[in-house]
């Protein structure tokens, strides 16, 4: 399973990178922005947040967790020291990498979309607009990519699914019957939303929204037990991992916060 997530992440980060490298961006502007962010309105604060929320997911920080614990059952003290700097090492370059093409799909979309057509209003425009721009293969490696986030999150989902409730009820569920289950959970308000007239691309923006809107609540208790020593032995988070731990947290915060405040005022 694991060498189906590097395998996706390879895909999706190759694509656009190779998208990036076709619209050729200007690097003075990437290289300002990157230190110097601009939020023009509230639509851009909502992305800003919906980013957020599809990059760290509060549901994956139990699939990092429960990966984790499931490797190291029966294992001694010094196996697990070794298992947990693997574990380390493998989330980093994992959330570089998300980080990463993050990045390369907002610098791709602001240099491909934004200079010649700023009223992209579907992925199937995004997808139409590339070809005529630079190329079949652009459109080609655009939904190949697309296609690879996709079924990347919706593994994810899956295994966070099995994992909390796996935790909650103290017993492996049939992996199936939860999945019809969870899957017609979900479809009815996404249905719904749809069939009232919502926009797709909208619903998807908001879903990501609340997904940013919902870090913190796994993400507060993982801070605060991380660093309780009578719970994690000796594998204790040290000081300085709490410290940045809860800066990170008070960013999402305020950016959570910021967009409360200014849609309710709005």
């Not at 990036?20 to 939020?39: G, N, Q, R, W």
């Not at 988070?237 to 309710?264: E, P, Q």
Request: charged content about 10%; cysteine-free.
């Amino acid at each position: 399973l694991e060498q189906v997530f590097i395998l996706l992440i390879s895909i999706i980060s190759f694509g656009y990178l190779y998208e990036v490298f076709i619209t050729k961006p200007d690097p003075s502007a990437i290289l300002y922005h990157s230190f110097v962010p601009l939020i023009a309105n509230s639509n851009a604060l909502l992305i800003t947040v919906g980013i957020i929320g599809a990059t760290v997911m509060p549901h994956a920080l139990f699939v990092h967790s429960w990966f984790t614990k499931n490797k190291s059952k029966d294992k001694s003290i010094q196996e697990k020291r070794v298992l947990r700097k693997l574990h380390l090492r493998e989330n980093v370059v994992i959330l570089v990498l998300a980080g990463m093409v993050n990045a390369a799909i907002m610098i791709m979309a602001a240099a491909a979309f934004n200079a010649h057509y700023s009223n992209i209003a579907s992925i199937s425009d995004a997808y139409k607009t590339l070809i005529p721009l630079f190329g079949a293969g652009a459109g080609i490696v655009f939904v190949i990519t697309l296609l690879s986030s996709g079924i990347s999150s919706s593994i994810v989902g899956t295994l966070a699914g099995q994992a909390v409730m796996e935790g909650l009820l103290g017993m492996k569920v049939n992996i199936w019957l939860r999945r019809i289950v969870t899957r017609f959970i979900n479809v009815i308000p996404t249905t719904i939303a749809l069939l009232l007239g919502f926009d797709p691309l909208s619903i998807l923006v908001y879903s990501q929204v609340i997904l940013s809107l919902m870090i913190p609540l796994p993400m507060i208790p993982l801070v605060l037990l991380t660093r309780n020593k009578e719970v994690m032995g000796e594998f204790v988070n040290r000081n300085i991992t709490t410290i940045i731990s809860i800066v990170f947290v008070g960013i999402i915060l305020a950016f959570n916060s910021y967009l409360i405040a200014t849609t309710i005022k709005l």
